[in-house]
């Protein structure tokens, strides 16, 4: 197998495959970066005097048409090619001679690889972030919509106090706020540039960090030269953090679904070609989506874990294990954009129920209204739980404020912030539009 780091021996095939592992595979999602990140690395060499404007001119136009075959599908790694660092540089040496093997002065395999993962990573991060406003955009249309329709709250699993369509969707739109903080979080870890750090201990090439951390638009370089390369498994678990925000808010968002769609409960309906039927039970209308989407983000929520775990016990500097890292969060990226979009695919087919407050189950949904309804007429608070209390026990509770089965969130006259009747949807969007403001 074709290696960077060749001195004239080989392994054999049992290490080469245990060693490389899937690395293959994975990079070729790294291609138009690995690209992207060595054009800016020969102007910078020229810029130092490390190559000739000839040869800049010569390694520039070879790598922009190994873009355009990237671009066009046309590319892939040969079959005794490691990685796709090799790849790119055996192009390069083919066409253009002694010429494509200067494109690796001033730089090491560990912050080539690093700074093609936080391109890719920062692309990501971007895809994610406009994914969580559509579904965020989406339940806030929803929560608008929907906002007069009641709806049984609960807490330990019993009938609590009344809730709405539209603070429940509303509900999940601002959770998904907090989880764009995070993942702008992870973006600004993320778009810091390595590129310079070598190994790890930098060089004695006069390079230009400044200049290739402008070229690939990064905010800064990750200055420390170690840090830099103690950012390798940081990085991806700062991502990974951020992507378990997002899974743990549809994974509730899910588990509400399966429990809503149920017939004991019969809040909200999806048509037929979006659930499955029983192989036995011909009266089945299986919530499969929201199970499935249920356990990926659990596999997403995982994530983080595996790669802490993957990253403890080792001294700063590199170590193979790293490249395992790929295995792990490749996976979860992918995970994320397929939750996200069948969430807002599954929203805009959703039916709810408006008559749910007719069925008798929920004839105590309304104590603690009557109780502040007898407070606000004088009545002790004390006394007036009391009071609720006994006539529940004894099986004549009826709330005095209205008939419940056709009653509107408005009626109950809950006002303060982000209640029933006072949902805040327009200062939640103001929230997302400044926590979703990066680059």
Same mark, same amino acid.
Not at 257 to 280: A, K, Q, R, V
Not at 292 to 302: E, P, Q
Not at 342 to 366: G, R, S, V, W
């Given at each position: 197998?074709?290696?960077?780091?060749?001195?004239?021996?080989?392994?054999?095939?049992?290490?080469?495959?245990?060693?490389?592992?899937?690395?293959?595979?994975?990079?070729?999602?790294?291609?138009?970066?690995?690209?992207?990140?060595?054009?800016?690395?020969?102007?910078?060499?020229?810029?130092?005097?490390?190559?000739?404007?000839?040869?800049?001119?010569?390694?520039?136009?070879?790598?922009?048409?190994?873009?355009?075959?990237?671009?066009?599908?046309?590319?892939?790694?040969?079959?005794?090619?490691?990685?796709?660092?090799?790849?790119?540089?055996?192009?390069?040496?083919?066409?253009?001679?002694?010429?494509?093997?200067?494109?690796?002065?001033?730089?090491?395999?560990?912050?080539?690889?690093?700074?093609?993962?936080?391109?890719?990573?920062?692309?990501?991060?971007?895809?994610?972030?406009?994914?969580?406003?559509?579904?965020?955009?989406?339940?806030?249309?929803?929560?608008?919509?929907?906002?007069?329709?009641?709806?049984? /709250?609960?807490?330990?699993?019993?009938?609590?106090?009344?809730?709405?369509?539209?603070?429940?969707?509303?509900?999940?739109?601002?959770?998904?706020?907090?989880?764009?903080?995070?993942?702008?979080?992870?973006?600004?870890?993320?778009?810091?540039?390595?590129?310079?750090?070598?190994? /790890?201990?930098?060089?004695?090439?006069?390079?230009?960090?400044?200049?290739?951390?402008?070229?690939?638009?990064?905010?800064?370089?990750?200055?420390?030269?170690?840090?830099?390369?103690?950012?390798?498994?940081?990085?991806?678990?700062?991502?990974?953090?951020?992507?378990?925000?997002?899974?743990?808010?549809?994974?509730?968002?899910?588990?509400?679904?399966?429990?809503?769609?149920?017939?004991?409960?019969?809040?909200?309906?999806?048509?037929?070609?979006?659930?499955?039927?029983?192989?036995?039970?011909?009266?089945?209308?299986?919530?499969?989506?929201?199970?499935?989407?249920?356990?990926?983000?659990?596999?997403?929520?995982?994530?983080?874990?595996?790669?802490?775990?993957?990253?403890?016990?080792?001294?700063?500097?590199?170590?193979?294990?790293?490249?395992?890292?790929?295995?792990?969060?490749?996976?979860?990226?992918?995970?994320?954009?397929?939750?996200?979009?069948?969430?807002?695919?599954?929203?805009?087919?959703?039916?709810?129920?408006?008559?749910?407050?007719?069925?008798?189950?929920?004839?105590?949904?309304?104590?603690?209204?009557?109780?502040?309804?007898?407070?606000?007429?004088?009545?002790?608070?004390?006394?007036?739980?009391?009071?609720?209390?006994?006539?529940?026990?004894?099986?004549?509770?009826?709330?005095?404020?209205?008939?419940?089965?056709?009653?509107?969130?408005?009626?109950?006259?809950?006002?303060?912030?982000?209640?029933?009747?006072?949902?805040?949807?327009?200062?939640?969007?103001?929230?997302?539009?400044?926590?979703?403001?990066?680059?």
């Amino acid at each position: 197998m074709a290696t960077l780091w060749n001195k004239g021996t080989s392994a054999t095939e049992a290490v080469d495959r245990f060693t490389v592992g899937n690395d293959r595979i994975l990079d070729l999602r790294l291609a138009r970066y690995d690209v992207q990140g060595s054009r800016a690395h020969i102007r910078m060499l020229e810029h130092i005097g490390l190559l000739t404007a000839e040869e800049f001119a010569a390694l520039d136009a070879a790598l922009g048409r190994i873009a355009e075959r990237i671009e066009a599908g046309d590319f892939s790694l040969e079959n005794d090619v490691e990685d796709i660092h090799s790849q790119v540089e055996l192009l390069l040496t083919r066409e253009l001679g002694e010429v494509g093997k200067k494109i690796h002065s001033g730089r090491s395999r560990n912050d080539q690889v690093l700074v093609d993962l936080k391109l890719f990573l920062r692309d990501e991060l971007k895809t994610v972030r406009g994914e969580v406003l559509t579904l965020f955009r989406r339940l806030q249309e929803l929560s608008e919509r929907h906002r007069e329709v009641l709806l049984p /709250g609960y807490t330990h699993a019993q009938v609590a106090m009344p809730s709405s369509f539209g603070l429940w969707f509303g509900a999940y739109a601002e959770a998904l706020v907090d989880d764009m903080y995070a993942l702008g979080g992870a973006y600004r870890v993320v778009n810091r540039n390595p590129l310079g750090s070598a190994a /790890g201990y930098g060089n004695s090439f006069p390079l230009d960090r400044q200049m290739t951390t402008g070229l690939l638009d990064f905010d800064s370089p990750v200055y420390n030269s170690v840090a830099a390369q103690m950012q390798r498994g940081r990085t991806e678990r700062t991502v990974a953090s951020a992507l378990g925000g997002i899974a743990l808010t549809l994974n509730k968002f899910a588990a509400d679904c399966c429990l809503y769609m149920c017939p004991n409960f019969g809040f909200i309906h999806f048509p037929d070609e979006l659930t499955t039927g029983s192989s036995i039970m011909p009266h089945k209308k299986n919530p499969d989506v929201w199970e499935i989407l249920r356990g990926k983000c659990n596999r997403i929520l995982s994530c983080e874990n595996e790669i802490a775990m993957l990253c403890s016990n080792m001294p700063h500097g590199y170590h193979r294990d790293y490249q395992l890292l790929k295995d792990i969060l490749f996976p979860a990226l992918e995970l994320t954009h397929e939750c996200l979009q069948m969430t807002d695919y599954m929203l805009a087919h959703i039916e709810i129920n408006e008559k749910i407050l007719e069925n008798p189950l929920y004839d105590h949904l309304f104590t603690v209204e009557e109780v502040n309804r007898r407070t606000l007429a004088g009545v002790p608070f004390r006394e007036a739980y009391r009071q609720v209390g006994v006539e529940v026990n004894e099986g004549r509770f009826r709330y005095g404020g209205g008939n419940p089965a056709t009653m509107k969130a408005s009626d109950l006259g809950h006002t303060h912030l982000g209640s029933l009747g006072n949902l805040c949807n327009d200062k939640i969007a103001a929230l997302m539009a400044a926590a979703s403001d990066w680059k």
